[in-house]
């Protein structure tokens, strides 16, 4: 596994809504919004056996995903890609827990609305193992100046 530096741990650590890629059969790309847990060396990615995603990358086993702080602080992210193995199981169900828990409140987890139709269509988890990053970070490259109130206009719908 790369080296880790500290901002990308930092990155990695925070909760962020990152992008998995998935190749097709036909070899056009799959692009979706995940939430995911960096563990142990892994990212780890909760999904439905039944999901597209999971069936293209347990046809190509690897994937890519992509982690960035667009939505608030300095802007910067990371890429990476890597081997994708299919968890499933007691395993699966108590990591798509926590990874529930990483993202909703404890009252949302506790919420039988949520959490019960949560746990059955995500049955299993990706494990994602990177093998190299790509990292970007505004902060380092411009010396903070972004940061200045006005400069970075607002993302919008």
Not at 4 to 28: C, F, K, M, Y
Not at 66 to 74: T, V, Y
Not at 129 to 134: A, D, G, L
Not at 139 to 151: C, D, H, K, S
Request: charged share 25%.
């Amino acid at each position: 596994m790369p080296d880790i530096d500290p901002r990308l741990e930092q990155l990695l650590n925070g909760r962020h809504v990152a992008t998995l890629g998935v190749s097709r059969p036909d070899g056009s790309l799959q692009l979706t919004p995940v939430w995911y847990l960096w563990e142990d060396g892994a990212l780890w990615v909760p999904t439905s056996s039944e999901a597209a995603k999971t069936k293209h990358a347990a046809a190509s086993g690897k994937t890519a995903l992509m982690i960035d702080s667009r939505e608030r602080g300095p802007l910067r992210g990371a890429t990476t890609d890597g081997p994708c193995e299919i968890v499933g199981g007691e395993q699966a169900a108590a990591l798509n827990r926590r990874i529930g828990f990483r993202y909703l409140s404890a009252e949302a987890m506790a919420d039988p609305r949520v959490w019960e139709p949560m746990k059955i269509r995500d049955d299993v988890v990706l494990r994602i193992t990177p093998q190299r990053w790509y990292r970007w970070d505004m902060e380092e490259w411009f010396g903070g100046v972004l940061e200045t109130p006005g400069y970075l206009l607002p993302l919008v719908d």
